[in-house]
């Protein structure tokens, strides 16, 4: 699966890890459905207008309620991936304790494994289709007959 929709896929899944990408690719896509829902709200004007800024409203507080937990999963699994408890997520709900914990998930996860689990690379996410898995072996080297 895509990174932006690996944590849609982990609804429910507090365990483990998650990497930056997968992380931030999440977090754009949510921030893009929220700007669409936004975009609703703000932008139309004329006869109609009610209507789709109500449709904004509705589609914005059924996103939030829809997004609400597996970003709250995914800001767990980062702070796994970082080796740090998940239970620092809590600081979301403090006032201005976003900002505390945005230069947190800038940190490179921990490089091996950890107390919670195998680090999650390229070679590991399910992609169908897709093999992001480097050669096993270097191809044989050419020579050039008469040099040395």
């Known amino acids: 699966m895509l990174p932006p929709?690996?944590?849609?896929r982990r609804y429910f899944d507090f365990s483990g890890r998650c990497d930056r990408t997968e992380f931030w690719s999440y977090l754009l896509f949510v921030l893009a459905v929220f700007g669409a829902c936004h975009a609703l709200i703000e932008l139309p004007h004329g006869e109609n207008a009610y209507r789709l800024a109500a449709a904004g409203w509705l589609l914005g507080m059924a996103a939030a309620v829809l997004l609400f937990i597996p970003t709250l999963a995914a800001i767990v699994r980062r702070l796994h991936?970082?080796?740090?408890?998940?239970?620092?997520?809590?600081?979301v709900f403090v006032p201005l304790g976003?900002?505390?914990?945005?230069?947190v998930m800038l940190l490179p996860g921990t490089g091996d494994d950890n107390r919670f689990g195998p680090e999650r690379t390229a070679q590991t996410r399910s992609m169908p289709g897709l093999s992001l898995k480097a050669p096993d072996s270097a191809p044989p080297a050419t020579t050039t007959p008469g040099r040395r």
């Open 81 to 91: 991936d970082i080796d740090e408890s998940g239970w620092y997520a809590v600081i």
């Open 5 to 8: 929709f690996e944590p849609l």
């Open 98 to 103: 976003a900002f505390v914990l945005f230069p």
